[in-house]
T-cell receptor, first 111, second 111 residues
């Protein structure tokens, strides 16, 4: 059974800092891995999707990497802004499309 | 609680037919979300409701898609007419505060 762990559970940084969120998974036989942003009361917003054959994806100030052999993914946020404050979820998808969610990292960017 | 209930679990239909997916959220939850999972795009938010009212439907791909929530215990996602590119797994999720609880999904195949 797949388990997804996110570290840290909470993170507070000053504006402008670069930061890394970590995600680890126990079963490397994933179909893809996706990073989401969750704002209170809203649906999940997809940030980056990494297929199992890919090593990284980039979108603006965000970069996500995937290392299946070590069971790890990272989300790098450059030049953080207060608007980046949210909970970030790592979600793995198995071959049968089953989803496994991490517990999330609550990010606060201080102005 | 039985969790979020979705029906049917599998649906195979022909192009042009109407498809109705159903969701029963967890009792007491006031937010309901519809997501679509595809191979290429991962998990995407289609629409979500707060207290039975649609809040954000910007993820609904086309006018062929519609969603309703007539009461706090039931929601439908309808595709009319269906097309082969609609083939995906459709997830319903509900929440009361932060954590979203996902249903098992409906696997839709449009031939």
């Amino acid at each position: 059974k797949q388990e997804v762990t996110q570290i840290p559970a909470a993170l507070s940084v000053p504006e402008g800092e670069n930061l890394v969120l970590n995600c680890s998974f126990t079963d490397s036989a994933i179909y893809n891995l996706q990073w989401f942003r969750q704002d209170p009361g809203k649906g999940l917003t997809s940030l980056l999707l990494i297929q199992s054959s890919q090593r990284e994806q980039t979108s603006g100030r965000l970069n996500a990497s995937l290392d299946k052999s070590s069971g790890r993914s990272t989300l790098y946020i450059a030049a953080s802004q207060p608007g980046d404050s949210a909970t970030y979820l790592c979600v793995s998808s198995g071959s049968a499309r089953q989803l496994t969610f991490g517990s999330g990292t609550q990010l606060t960017v201080l102005p | 609680d039985a969790g979020v209930i979705q029906s049917p679990r599998h649906e195979v239909t022909e192009m042009g037919q109407e498809v109705t997916l159903r969701c029963k959220p967890i009792s007491g939850h006031n937010s309901l979300f519809w997501y679509r999972q595809t191979m290429m795009r991962g998990l995407e938010l289609l629409i979500y409701f707060n207290n039975n009212v649609p809040i954000d439907d910007s993820g609904m791909p086309e006018d062929r898609f519609s969603a309703k929530m007539p009461n706090a215990s039931f929601s439908t996602l309808k595709i009319q007419p269906s097309e082969p590119r609609d083939s995906a797994v459709y997830f319903c999720a509900s929440s009361s505060v932060e954590t979203q609880y996902f249903g098992p999904g409906t696997r839709l195949l449009v031939l």
